[in-house]
């Protein structure tokens, strides 16, 4: 059994046998992976494994490595791509990936800024729940902030065109995706305040799903306070079921969909015809409830209570019948003499314009006879030649007479 120690290779050969093919053949190289068992030292140096559902690497992080910016945003479970060497640490015999660089895949990145924006927003006070308001349970104008051509709008103006079409709906487009989405959702918001914050009962804010990158607008700071310091009332309704946003957890109302959300706002008015029929059977049978009530206590109290309140209520009536009597005949008083005073005043209008008043005063109508004998009145010299018979009207009578 010992023929063989000759050949046998020492443990520190093996491993500088290792570490040499390692450092010598393979070059930096970049690896993708999940990031577990995450450790931060107080020396700066970052310790972490990264791996896949199959096989786990060692990878460590320098304090003054290029990729020691990024340390305050790793976190266990974060897809990552990183950049570095691989080197055999022969004292313990393992391979470690010492990283120069490091970046984040997909929505790595801003799953990190989502949870830090969201924490910050909730200590502010944006998430808190005394500050949410009832949405109206009858709302006549609906507004709505997402884009003109999108299937969102389509989806809500379907729902509630079905639903109750009595309701009024205004767009106020925006883009809701891409860099200029967040600016163009808080324009939007902002003119739905400023333009229509008199006349419109809720705000529903979003889009149809997509991926988280899709989605970002939502996730924006600006869109949050936009939200938060509108004086209607916002439903967010932006993705699927399983999408949240910053926008969800500061509006008013969150709906997973948009054709959710314009269900939320908009009662079918079959059930409010069914609400209204179960009202009204309620107070009908409340009324008959209190009828035999009122019925049972008269007859147990006997006639003389009757009579004694028929008397009091007819006392009442005639009281109010009295005042009521008082009133008319003041107001039809009062309308009596503005009339008369009127009819006064109109009357010595009319006798001033009168054509016999003028008459009284020394002036007088002259008429000119043609030779059919129809006569027709003078304004003016030109109208009369000589010889032309003239009937002249005075205060007391008339006359003829023939023009020189």
């Known amino acids: 059994m010992n023929g063989h120690i ?71 479970g974060l897809e990552i791509l990183v950049h570095g060497r691989l080197s055999y640490y022969k004292k313990e015999g393992y391979i470690t990936l010492f990283v120069d660089e490091a970046e984040f895949i997909g929505e790595g990145l801003l799953k990190i800024k989502f949870d830090e924006l969201k924490a910050r927003l909730e200590k502010e006070g944006l998430f808190d729940r005394d500050r949410k308001r009832k949405i109206p349970e009858y709302p006549q104008y609906v507004g709505v902030v997402t884009s003109r051509s999108g299937a969102a709008i389509q989806d809500i103006l379907n729902v ?16 809701v995706q891409g860099d200029a989405a967040k600016d163009e959702i808080v324009m939007a918001i902002k003119a739905a305040n400023d333009f229509a914050g008199h006349l419109l009962d809720v705000l529903i804010v979003g889009r149809g799903g997509g991926s988280l990158e899709d989605l970002w607008c939502f ?33 008013d109302l969150r709906a997973p969909t948009p054709s959710a959300a314009a269900e939320l706002v908009v009662r079918d008015k079959k059930d409010i015809l069914m609400r209204l029929i179960s009202i009204k059977d309620r107070i009908e049978k409340l009324f008959q409830t209190r009828f035999e009530y009122i019925k049972n206590f008269l007859e147990a109290r006997g006639k003389k209570i009757i009579k004694r309140l028929i008397l009091d209520q007819m006392s009442e009536i005639d009281m109010t019948l ?15 003499k503005q009339a008369k005073n009127s009819l006064h005043y109109y009357r010595g209008k009319l006798s001033a314009l009168h054509p016999y008043n003028t008459l009284k005063r020394g002036y007088s109508i002259t008429y000119r006879f043609d030779e059919n004998g129809i006569k ?29």
Not at 43 to 56: A, H, Q, T
Not at 160 to 175: H, K, T
Not at 376 to 404: E, P, Q, W, Y
């Open 376 to 404: 027709s009145l003078i304004s003016s010299k030109n109208s009369v030649s000589s010889g032309d018979r003239i009937n002249t009207v005075v205060n007391d009578g008339n006359f003829d007479s023939r023009a020189d």
């Open 219 to 251: 996730n924006e700071e600006v869109v949050a306070r936009a939200i938060y310091e509108s004086a209607i009332p916002v439903i967010s309704a932006v993705g699927h079921e399983i999408d949240y946003t910053i926008a969800d957890f500061v509006a």
């Open 160 to 175: 509630i065109n079905r639903r109750f079409s009595g309701v009024n709906i205004l767009l106020f487009p925006a883009a």
């Open 6 to 76: 000759g050949e046998a290779l020492s443990v520190s050969a093996v491993a500088k046998f290792i570490y040499s093919i390692i450092s010598q053949n393979i070059s930096p190289i970049w690896i993708r992976g999940e990031i577990s068992n995450l450790k931060v030292q107080q020396n700066g140096n970052v310790y972490f494994n990264i791996r896949d559902s199959e096989s786990k690497l060692n990878a460590m992080i320098m304090a003054r490595s290029g990729a020691s910016s990024s340390v305050p945003e790793l976190k266990n």
């Open 322 to 336: 009295e005042n009521l009597n008082i009133r008319f005949l003041n107001n039809f008083n009062n309308y009596l």
